[in-house]
Structure formats: structure tokens, C-alpha cells
T-cell receptor
Framework: AQKVTQAQTEISVVEKEDVTLDCVYETRDTTYYLFWYKQPPSGELVFLIR??????QNEISGRYSWNFQKSTSSFNFTITASQVVDSAVYFCALSVLYNQGGKLIFGQGTELSVKP | DGGITQSPKYLFRKEGQNVTLSCEQNLNHDAMYWYRQDPGQGLRLIYYSQIVNDFQKGDIAEGYSVSREKKESFPLTVTSAQKNPTAFYLC????????????FGQGTRLTVV
């Protein structure tokens, strides 16, 4: 079965705290892609990062960093020194082959609330 | 500006009526998708299309229909057969069906009254 699990439904932190959003995935495919998206209150999903299954290098982009570990099937997302503008729902997603095409499988999302 | 446009933003439907949600993209993307979002359930795939005049059912296609007559357009019809249509609907497109990021529209919130 192919599945993405985001165990944290809601997280609340105070501004400037670091926060890690967990993502665990399941797939038997050897080729797949992992994504993180941000959904602000406006509703539109915004792409943050893509990782393929053959690249386990961690990545840092400003205050954002991602830790991909195939051994534990995890793709965790850390925000350093969180800000109020980081408040949103964050989705982890897995892209796999499906009916000769591909589809994105989303986790349930983690709602992050950053308080001033 | 390039992007995906969904309309309307809010839609109210009476029980027993069909309604069509619009999705247009000017990104020249081949693949387009429709997702449904319910609270606490993430996004679930309704239909997707990899190319014009072709589309495939997703995980929750029952009660929905689509067409892909033009590359830019992928309208979704919510039929009266959909038992619980009240939800937030998101349209997306991507350059490739597997390994490129999807770009999303701002969504349509459908309410059955």
C-alpha cells in the first residue's frame, strides 16, 4: 500500500521557536518523489520542495530544512526561528507511478500555529 | 501572469443538481488534476488527465465527471450521484505526471443547501 502519514495534526509554537513537522511514507516503488506543500488560509497550495528517492542529501533553504532518510521512510521538515507568517497547514506528499501515469498521495496535513 | 484559475471561489448547490467547477491553466502543462479536501483527511484524488482527450479515475471518482477537450481546461462536474459533495475542491497541473511539482489553483468551496 502507498501511504503518507503526518502524525501531528496540530502544532502550536511561540515565535522564534524551532519546529519539526514529521512525515512518514510507505511505498514499494523504488522510484518515487517526495514533496512538501504549504497551504495558507487563502487555500492555494504552495510548493516548497521536491526530493527523488535516489537523493538522500538534506537540504536547507533559509529557515527551512528537510531531512530525508530512506532507512526510516521519513521526510521531515524543520522551520528554524519560526515566524507568525509560517502559520499554515503543511502537507507532505508522495508521487508514484499509477495507471501508466503518476499521482500525488497526500498526508492528512499538519496545522502549524505560530503565536507572537 | 502564468497560473491556474479556478472559478467560482464559492458555489452553492441544491440537492439533486449538477454543478460544474472550472479550472483553466496557462502554464502549458500536460497533466491536470482534481482533488477534494475535507477537514482532517488531506487531499484525495478525484480525476487526473495526462494529455488532451484522456483522463483517468482517481481514488474517489464516483459521482464526478470530467472532460479534457483543450490542454488549458479541465472542468469538473459534481453530479447528483455524489452523496456528500460539500467540500473544498482544488485543481492542479504539472509539466510531467510524476516528477515535477504540481501548481494549484485557489480552490472552490462547494456547499450543498
Amino acid at each position: 500500500a502507498q501511504k503518507v502519514t503526518q502524525a501531528q495534526t496540530e502544532i502550536s509554537v511561540v515565535e522564534k521557536e524551532d519546529v519539526t513537522l514529521d512525515c512518514v511514507y510507505e511505498t514499494r516503488d523504488t522510484t518515487y518523489y517526495l514533496f512538501w506543500y504549504k497551504q495558507p488560509p487563502s487555500g492555494e497550495l504552495v510548493f516548497l520542495i521536491r526530493r527523488n528517492s535516489f537523493d538522500e542529501q538534506n537540504e536547507i533553504s533559509g529557515r527551512y530544512s528537510w531531512n530525508f532518510q530512506k532507512s526510516t521512510s521519513s521526510f521531515n521538515f524543520t522551520i528554524t526561528a519560526s515566524q507568525v507568517v509560517d502559520s499554515a497547514v503543511y502537507f507532505c506528499a508522495l508521487s508514484v507511478l499509477y495507471n501508466q501515469g503518476g499521482k500525488l498521495i497526500f498526508g492528512q496535513g499538519t496545522e502549524l500555529s505560530v503565536k507572537p | 501572469d502564468g497560473g491556474i484559475t479556478q472559478s467560482p471561489k464559492y458555489l452553492f448547490r441544491k440537492e439533486g443538481q449538477n454543478v460544474t467547477l472550472s479550472c483553466e491553466q496557462n502554464l502549458n502543462h500536460d497533466a491536470m488534476y482534481w482533488y477534494r479536501q475535507d477537514p482532517g483527511q488531506g487531499l484525495r484524488l478525484i480525476y487526473y488527465s495526462q494529455i488532451v482527450n484522456d483522463f483517468q479515475k482517481g481514488d474517489i471518482a464516483e459521482g464526478y465527471s470530467v472532460s479534457r477537450e483543450k490542454k488549458e481546461s479541465f472542468p469538473l462536474t459534481v453530479t447528483s450521484a455524489q452523496k456528500n459533495p460539500t467540500a473544498f475542491y482544488l485543481c492542479a497541473s504539472s509539466a510531467h505526471h510524476l516528477n515535477t511539482e504540481a501548481f494549484f489553483g485557489q480552490g472552490t468551496r462547494l456547499t450543498v443547501v
